[in-house]
T-cell receptor
Framework: EPEVTQTPSHQVTQMGQEVILRCVPI?????FYWYRQILGQKVEFLVS????????KSEIFDDQFSVERPDGSNFTLKIRSTKLEDSAMYFC???????????????FGNGTRLTVT | SQQGEEDPQALSIQEGENATMNCSYK?????LQWYRQNSGRGLVHLIL?????REKHSGRLRVTLDTSKKSSSLLITASRAADTASYFC?????????????FGAGTQVVVTP
């Protein structure tokens, strides 16, 4: 069964450094997402992406965050200058359809655990 | 406002027993979904129930939705050790775009052989 893959599985970085988290969504999916889960807290929506642009972003997704689909297969999340509070598990997800008239589930990757020291 | 609050926070049962967990939400939804997360892994979609549906089944899973009470339940019948995981409900609000899921804190289920 096709799956969403994320690399690396674990990333350790120093505060102030830039990190890029990578994701390969399911090949025929058109909608892409990033979520994060701080240890012990709820899974939180960060951003949705469709047709090479951001569809929606949360308050968490400030100017330090950016997303990109550099080619036909990868979807990346960049954090420009990491903070201690960015430490979390970051999940990439994709779905075949989007929009309120569709009800297709999200397929999540296994996540990248980001540790900022 | 907080959406998708699960109850109980933790559940411990023996193999063969049924496990029931509940989810309550505050705002009108387009649909409600249940996901499972094994320790250290990603979220796996289990069932999606639309706001105009009342009950759905998938294998040993049964989900109900009561929009008048703004609540949903997930029943796992004849549980197995492999069902040990955290279970999350997630809602898509009528005011939000597709894919913006609002997750609850989850119910941690432990099934002992």
């Amino acid at each position: 069964e096709p799956e969403v893959t994320q690399t690396p599985s674990h990333q350790v970085t120093q505060m102030g450094q830039e990190v890029i988290l990578r994701c390969v969504p399911i090949s025929n999916h058109l909608y892409f997402y990033w979520y994060r889960q701080i240890l012990g807290q709820k899974v939180e929506f960060l951003v949705s992406f469709y047709n090479n642009e951001i569809s929606e972003k949360s308050e968490i997704f400030d100017d330090q965050f950016s997303v990109e689909r550099p080619d036909g297969s990868n979807f990346t999340l960049k954090i420009r200058s990491t903070k201690l509070e960015d430490s979390a598990m970051y999940f990439c997800a994709s779905s075949e359809f989007g929009g309120s008239s569709y009800n297709s589930p999200l397929h999540f990757g296994n996540g990248t655990r980001l540790t900022v020291t | 406002s907080q959406q998708g609050e699960e109850d109980p926070q933790a559940l411990s049962i023996q193999e063969g027993e049924n496990a029931t967990m509940n989810c309550s939400y505050k705002t009108s939804i387009n649909n409600l979904q249940w996901y499972r997360q094994n320790s250290g892994r990603g979220l796996v979609h289990l069932i999606l129930i639309r706001s105009n549906e009342r009950e759905k089944h998938s294998g040993r899973l049964r989900v109900t939705l009561d929009t008048s009470k703004k609540s949903s339940s997930l029943l796992i019948t004849a549980s197995r050790a492999a069902d040990t995981a955290s279970y999350f409900c997630a809602t898509v609000l009528t005011t939000d775009s597709w894919g913006k899921l609002q997750f609850g804190a989850g119910t941690q289920v432990v099934v002992t052989p």
